[in-house]
């Protein structure tokens, strides 16, 4: 049925309504919030950055050479896979000027684009290695040696479209199988020929055809070795991953879907039909999606391949982002290998059909499938029926694959929901390492880098997903480009625009306790009791009965009961404020105060809740009692209390006028201070850098406030009467004429000032009006003035006194205007 552009504006409007916004409410019931933030400051990590050198978005780890090969721009670098930060080698591969003005001439930018990325490092052999880069906009491979860890390129370039991208922004993959090199990329300076090439031995790549390939972004290129351990002669498969905009929707805007290719390794194209192309590529759907939220994850970012001793026990976890709605939430799934088996061998297939002219709409395919299974590698049965090669296949199997090479059976993710789904962050990279617990089970432990350069280690579980930490990679963030684990050592290596960062999968120091350590639910550490310390059980006997940790629900009850907290002496100083520290060691955990083993309620407005302690308003005897800060962290359903701190306030004899000295450590960073009491006991004191007490504190902004508005107001009528002429200034002549009020008019004003307005009383008023500047001179003191000048001047007495008093009231002063006088006569 075709689709007007009403109904498709309908049809977007019900999507944002009914899908999109539900999001909203519903995946905070979904999302993960990481257990403990670790701070750059605090994750002592090791790093690599070469002045001058950027985008160190390449890695290959060499266990057997003991180093890490870096591809960066212009540069390769060999570093120490126990420490990046050493430099063992390294090999500089420029692009020739001539190239960058060619490649500046294209239209290309000169000092960004059109340098060498290097983008892609295989290994070939033990000491030979296989190497491209973007070479200004044209893409180049060559060979590298490596000699004692020293590196040194072959410098037998060749080109290599659909090798390499000839952009570096563009997303591509690549994997090395035998000897023999496959990519996914473009086959143009333009992007717009999209390819999956096998090169160096057997070449073989896809049809330029939107139905294979439509403008899809490359992710992943990997191998399973199907062939091993089979009875019916199976062939290995590569397998790609990557999302396109969907041919068989349609819809207000092109829609990206996310999809699973594969090809066969045996595979060489056909004798008439599909030369020197694939005759196995079939792709499907892949569906990553979350009931609960009826909103679909389509765009994969990247892919971890967890390999089993058994291959048919792989299982590839995704990291996948939505296309519309909210951008920064991430979802992981995980796909099972004997899915996607049985979507491909089994799976039915979609057709075009052709509707309404020159439409096409994609439909399942429900005609008879030719024999052998379009799409299927060479086995023992195939070959049975006398088909050796894809050579010998006949030509209708091979056109049925060449028109229908999309399955209409789709890989759902295990269990039909995602194993984590996190708001607020958008995840770029994943590696997955199976770890045996302290009680031998095996649980997988997800790294995930994001685009704001954090490291997440989750837990995956069967009915839930725990973020263990979150650690902070780069200062500033910046997006983290790629993430490879070697689990030998350990260690991940993560590169990033600016640099290459070694990061341990677990830091059990961590942890400062046995809770912490045990609520943490970490699979590579647990808690010792004979050394009381959080341990990394790689390096421990596991079996040693020890060792406290449980994974599963993260229940501490095993804990030694002697880690309670010892109560701090608090001296109580009435009138004061006090700070009673508590610091929480989880994102997961409330604290909860206690005073005399009863819950102080939040709400009570004598205390002060804070994210680090509780603030006491106006202490006094009365508040004297032992103060619990507690811990309360839910695990599995299960809360689990803990006190982490414990404070006893008493009273002490008071005594006026002796010099107390003021614990500093009721607020972090105050300095030393020594604070005499008052006198009189109802007085109250400032004690450290606490504040003072409300009561002093709201008198004082009192008077401070009445003394500034007594001011202003006296400088506004001041003003006011200027500008009226009411105050003769100098410079200007009065209306009247005069230049010299009566003496006698002055002491008058004066006289009904003080009565009228009498200063209030105290010594904060001393001295309040004493810096009011006023162009007065003594008339004691004044001079003559000539009659035609301008300057005019009122004398004062006492102008210089130490209570700078008003000495007149202005409304007071009696004038005779002159132009009044004038208008009379």
């Known amino acids: 049925m075709c689709l007007s552009k009403v109904h498709k504006a309908a049809l977007f409007l019900f999507y944002n309504l009914l899908i999109r916004f539900p999001l909203y409410s519903q995946a905070n019931t979904l999302d993960c919030t990481p257990r403990k933030t670790v701070n750059y400051e605090d994750a002592n990590l090791k790093t690599f950055a070469e002045q ?11 266990e057997e050479h003991n ?36 490649c500046m001439y294209k239209g290309k930018s000169r000092e960004t684009d059109c340098r060498n990325y290097i983008r892609i490092l295989h290994r070939l052999t033990e000491t030979r290695m296989y190497i491209c880069g973007t070479n200004a906009f044209h893409p180049t491979c060559d060979y590298m040696v490596i000699n004692s860890g020293k590196i040194q390129l072959e410098k037998k370039p060749e080109d290599s479209k659909g090798k390499c991208p000839f952009d570096p922004t563009q997303r591509y993959a690549s994997v090395m199988v035998d000897g023999e090199f496959y990519s996914a990329t473009a086959n143009n300076f333009l992007g717009s020929e999209p390819i999956l090439l096998r090169s160096l031995k057997n070449n073989l790549r896809t049809e330029y055809e939107t139905s294979w390939l439509n403008e899809p972004n490359f992710v992943h290129l990997d191998v399973v070795q199907e062939s091993e351990g089979t009875a019916d002669g199976d062939d290995d498969k590569i397998y790609l991953f990557f999302s396109e905009t969907a041919v068989e929707f349609e819809f207000y805007n092109k829609l990206v879907v996310s999809r699973i290719a594969r090809v066969c390794k045996g595979d060489l194209g056909g004798q008439r039909t599909l030369q020197r192309k694939w005759t196995s590529f079939l792709k499907a759907s892949l569906i990553c999606s979350a009931p609960e939220l009826s909103f679909p994850f389509n765009i994969i970012q990247d892919v971890f391949v ?22 920064d939430i991430s979802a992981v799934c995980a796909f099972s290998m004997a899915k996607i088996q049985e979507v491909f061998n089994e799976g039915k297939y979609k057709s075009p059909v052709t509707i309404e002219q020159f439409r096409i709409k994609w439909v399942m395919y429900s005609g008879t499938v030719p024999v052998p299974r379009p799409g299927s590698c060479i086995n023992n049965n195939i070959r049975k029926s006398g088909f050796k090669t894809s050579l010998d296949l006949p030509d209708r199997t091979l056109q049925f694959v060449k028109d229908h090479p999309l399955m209409d059976d789709v890989v759902t993710s295990i269990n039909s929901q995602p194993k984590l789904i996190k708001q607020g962050t958008k995840y770029t990279q994943i590696a997955v390492h199976r770890v045996a617990a302290a009680n031998q089970k095996e649980y997988d432990v997800i790294f995930l880098g994001t685009d704001s350069g954090y490291l997440h280690k989750a837990l995956s579980l069967e009915r839930e997903m725990f973020i263990i930490e979150e650690v902070q990679m780069f200062l500033p963030a910046e997006p983290v480009q790629n993430l490879q684990l070697s689990p030998k050592r350990g260690q991940l290596y993560v590169g990033s625009s600016s640099q290459v960062v070694q990061v341990p999968v677990a830091v059990c120091t961590r942890y400062i306790n046995c809770w912490d350590c045990v609520l943490a639910r970490d699979p590579y550490c647990a808690w010792d009791k004979t050394t009381s310390q959080c341990v990394d059980i790689s390096k421990k006997n596991s079996h040693v009965l020890n060792l406290v940790q449980n994974v599963e629900n993260g229940d501490p009850s095993e804990c030694p009961s002697h880690e309670n907290y010892k109560a701090e002496s608090r001296m109580i100083i009435p009138g004061n404020n006090m700070l009673l520290n508590c610091y929480s060691t989880s994102n997961l955990a409330h604290m909860q105060w206690l005073l005399n083993r009863r819950v102080i309620p939040a709400a ?7 994210n680090d302690g509780l603030l006491i308003f106006n202490v006094s005897i009365a508040d004297e009692g032992q103060y619990d800060c507690q811990s309360v962290e839910t695990v599995a359903g299960k809360p689990f209390t803990q006190v982490t701190a414990s404070y006893l306030l008493q009273s002490s004899e008071y005594k006026p006028g002796i010099e107390y000295p003021i614990p500093t450590e009721t607020l972090p960073g105050a300095k030393p201070a020594i604070s005499t009491l008052p006198t009189s006991p109802g007085t109250n004191v400032r004690v450290g850098n606490l504040p003072m007490t409300q009561s002093y504190l709201q008198t004082e902004f009192t008077l401070k406030g009445f003394l500034v508005l007594f001011v202003m107001m006296f ?46 009383e105290g010594p904060q008023f ?37 209570c700078a008093r008003p000495l007149f009231v202005l409304d007071e002063l009696e004038y005779i205007d002159a132009d009044q006088t004038d208008s009379k006569a």
């Open 766 to 802: 001393q001295g309040a009006l004493s810096n009011v500047d006023l162009p007065l001179t003594s008339i004691t003191n004044a001079s003559p003035l000539e009659k035609n000048s301008n300057n005019n001047s009122i004398a004062l007495e006492n102008a210089h006194s130490s």
């Open 306 to 327: 967890l390999r089993a001793s058994n291959w048919r026990d792989n299982i590839f976890f995704a990291v996948f982002t939505p296309q519309w709605g909210i951008q």
């Open 52 to 62: 001058g050198i950027s985008n160190y978005s390449t890695l290959l780890l060499s």
């Open 67 to 102: 180093l890490l090969f870096v591809g960066a721009r212009d540069a390769i670098f060999a570093l120490n896979i126990d420490n990046v930060s050493d430099s063992i080698s390294q090999e500089m591969w420029a692009v020739p000027e001539h190239k960058r003005n060619e």
């Open 715 to 760: 400088i506004l009528l001041l003003a006011w009467n200027v500008y009226k002429g009411h105050v003769p200034m100098p410079l200007r002549p009065s209306r009247n004429g005069n230049t010299r009020p009566p003496t006698s008019l002055l002491n008058n004003s004066v006289q009904q000032l003080e009565e009228k307005t009498p200063l209030p």
């Open 604 to 610: 009570d407005s004598k205390y002060l809740y804070l």
